[in-house]
């Protein structure tokens, strides 16, 4: 009978730890494992950069006496040649300047843009909203011919002024579509109320809509931000010299002297170039995570 009963419950007792680790090892296989190979991709150029920044040129030119995955005698030269010898500091600032400039023109046109599609509600609103809508998938390389005969016509050839103005020809429409889906979550209520309380137009706008649309207004401004820095073409095409040209661009025309690539300056350059954006993305993670995941509910 002691048997009989000892039996069952030391089966009872092995249930659970089978179930449990049934379900870890599922665990691990569906989740672990597919999030570390994601991040191992993602993270490995970043890597790579970092490794080839730091290493001296005797062990970059060595693979086959050194790793070349790993550092055996770190170096700053590299970094010192580019803040010092080169005029990174001047395309950092330039990047920068068009960067920032860029984007609050393309939210200031798109703010304005979304709210009289989405809730002035006049006729052919929708249609006005997919015209805008694709003229952003116009590609860039078409655009950019016309574009330099408008820019030298102005006289901007040359000037960072020009990639400002240029830029939003590819932010704004994208930037007026995601910020129509936004303003569409916003209630109408609210304004509905604002207006019977003898509320304008742009005194919605400015104290209820955009306040509620932050979380939208910073999701399009990353947007901006990093297409604008990391554009190519435009700023290949129309700035001409050295001091005036664009991280991007710099460091690949810059850095290359015929067929000698600087390649640890190059990657210390990309390595530099990228940390503004992942600081401003780290900055404004949970405003952007907000803004796709759910607005302000009814």
């Known amino acids: 009978m002691t048997d009989a009963v000892a039996q069952p419950s030391a089966v009872a007792n092995a249930a659970p730890d089978t179930m449990a680790w049934d379900s870890r090892a599922r665990r691990v296989m569906m989740i672990y494992l597919p999030l570390s190979c994601f991040v191992l991709i993602l993270l490995f150029p970043f890597y790579w950069m970092a490794v080839t920044a730091f290493k001296p040129n005797a062990e970059l030119l060595n693979y086959k006496a050194h790793n070349p995955f790993w550092i055996t005698s770190p170096t700053l030269a590299h970094i010192k040649h580019l ?61 950019f011919i016309p574009l330099a005969t408008v820019v030298v016509q102005f006289g901007l050839f040359d000037s960072p002024l020009a990639l400002i103005l240029v830029y939003p020809t590819f932010l704004v429409p994208f930037c007026t579509w995601l910020l129509i889906g936004y303003f569409k979550s916003i209630p109408y209520e609210l304004e509905e109320c604002a207006l019977v309380d003898g509320a304008t137009r742009l005194q919605i706008l400015r104290r209820i809509t955009l306040p509620l649309a932050v979380p939208g207004l910073i999701s399009a401004g990353i947007f901006s931000f990093t297409l604008s820095w990391n554009e190519f073409i435009y700023a290949l095409a129309f700035i001409q010299s ?55 509910k009814e």
Request: aromatic fraction near 14%; proline fraction near 5%; hydrophobic fraction near 50%.
């Open 83 to 143: 803040l010092f010898d080169t005029a990174y500091p001047r395309w950092l600032k330039t990047t920068m300047f068009v960067a920032i400039g860029s984007t609050t023109l393309s939210l200031f046109a798109s703010t304005l843009a979304a709210y009289a599609i989405e809730r002035l509600r006049f006729r052919g609103s929708p249609y006005v909203g997919l015209g805008i809508y694709l003229a952003y998938l116009v590609p860039p390389s078409i655009l």
């Open 242 to 296: 050295g001091a005036n040209k664009t991280v991007p661009v710099a460091i690949l025309t810059e850095l290359v002297t015929g067929d000698v690539y600087q390649w640890g300056a190059l990657m210390a350059g990309s390595l530099l170039g990228s940390l503004p954006v992942a600081i401003f993305y780290s900055l404004f993670v949970d405003y952007y995570v907000s803004s796709l995941t759910g607005a302000v």
